[in-house]
């Protein structure tokens, strides 16, 4: 946090020169940021940064913050700027290898790299004020392409988790081409999250003052909708372990209790509607003692009507990505996380976990709680 009416320092970076280039390393401005065990990476766009977008980022910021504070981690906001082309980026690039201030002969790039660099800033300030429990820094990285340098930031190792906010160009793709998500779901060996605000979003959305103030509404007037209900949906696929602890982050900060939900089809076998008993058992175990938590079987033959009928009802659903399919499976069956996240009045965060370790944890917890039923109830 700065003091004396300083804003946060925020470093740029541009994007890796392409191949042939005499640099090999991306060049930067300002300080090295410090990644501890666990960073929540939040990219921003330019369309987070439009008050037409609507995007209410107090409303992001908390999740991020929840995320974060759940792993003892901190927040990294990376700000994207996406410039026309490689020229620009060189403009920049030989502009930061300088370190001098910008005058009033900067070109256009310059400029708007500056102030993105100035908004950044301020949303670091704001957002340190809004939760002084969670670290937060920021980084503008200059690109020409958005998906490539989301790559290459989550790339760069450590343990790192990325929040992805639909609505602001990063689930829009070219023709034929794949969106920012798809790209990262698919590439990134990280835990990703990515959130749908729906009817969470709130009343304001936020815009950080362009550099001649032009104000429309800042991040700390901005009013984003309370959270008292957590919703979590369940199965053995490989990525619900990762949701339920995503449940339990955001109930944990928003103080809010969980329902789990699990649907089971009215023809399953005994041995199904046992084994749906003990996935409720396990989210509970995965939630913990902090969480008050409420467990809910259904028998439906429609498992998505039943997930988005309950979703309509509480403020916040927890899921976790659907697994990998055929294209044609795709086309036909297209998962319930995907029907959810595309819905504008239910607010969803879908988790992809990057070990896919639900099977494995959930299959032990089963072994372990045999294996105390056969010890006659003893400890």
């Known amino acids: 946090m700065t003091t004396d009416g300083m804003e946060s320092e925020v470093r740029i970076a541009v994007q ?15 300080p090295v940021i410090h990644i501890p065990d666990y960073t929540i990476v ?10 037409e977008t609507g995007v209410n980022v107090r409303r992001l910021l908390q999740t991020a913050f929840a995320l974060a504070k759940d792993n003892d981690g901190r927040v990294l906001l990376l700000g994207l700027a996406t410039v026309d082309d490689e020229a620009s980026l060189t403009t920049v690039q030989e502009h930061v290898e300088t370190d001098e201030p910008n005058t009033t002969a900067s070109t256009p790039v310059l400029e708007f790299v500056d102030e993105r660099q100035s908004q950044m800033a301020r949303i670091v300030d704001i957002a340190q004020d809004l939760n002084p429990d969670v670290s937060v820094n920021a980084t503008v990285r200059v690109v020409t392409d958005t998906t490539r340098g989301v790559l290459e930031i989550l790339g760069s190792g450590s343990e790192m988790a990325v929040l992805l906010l639909r609505g602001t160009n990063l689930d829009e793709g070219w023709f034929l081409s794949r969106s920012t998500i798809d790209a990262v779901l698919t590439e990134v060996d990280c835990d990703v999250f990515v959130e749908n605000l729906g009817t969470q979003g709130g009343n304001n959305a936020l815009y950080i003052p362009h ?13 984003a909708e309370t959270i008292d209900s957590v919703l979590l949906p369940v199965g053995t696929g490989p990525h619900s372990a990762l949701a339920a ?19 089971v089809d009215p023809d399953a076998s005994g041995e199904a509607k046992a084994e749906a008993s003990d996935l409720l058992k396990f989210a509970e175990y995965v939630l913990g003692s902090d969480v008050t938590v409420n ?8 498992t998505t009507d039943v997930i988005l009928e309950k979703a309509q009802t509480h403020d916040f659903t927890t899921i976790g990505a659907p697994e990998q399919q055929s294209r044609l499976e795709h086309l036909v069956f297209e998962p319930v996380q995907e029907t959810l996240t595309q819905r504008s009045d239910v607010t969803v965060l879908m988790a992809r976990d990057s070990d896919r370790a639900i099977r494995s944890l959930y299959y032990r917890w089963k072994q372990g709680m045999d294996a105390m039923e056969d010890s006659d109830g003893s400890d």
């Open 16 to 30: 890796e020169p392409p191949k042939g280039s005499e640099t090999d390393e991306p060049v930067r401005s300002g």
């Open 42 to 51: 939040v990219p921003v766009t330019g369309e987070v940064l439009d008050p």
């Open 211 to 223: 550099v001649d103030e032009h104000t429309v509404a800042s991040l700390a007037e901005s009013e």
């Open 245 to 263: 602890e995503a449940a339990r982050a955001v109930a944990k900060a928003a103080d809010a209790p969980v329902t789990v939900l699990h649907v």
């Open 295 to 302: 467990t809910e079987l259904r028998e439906a033959a429609e």
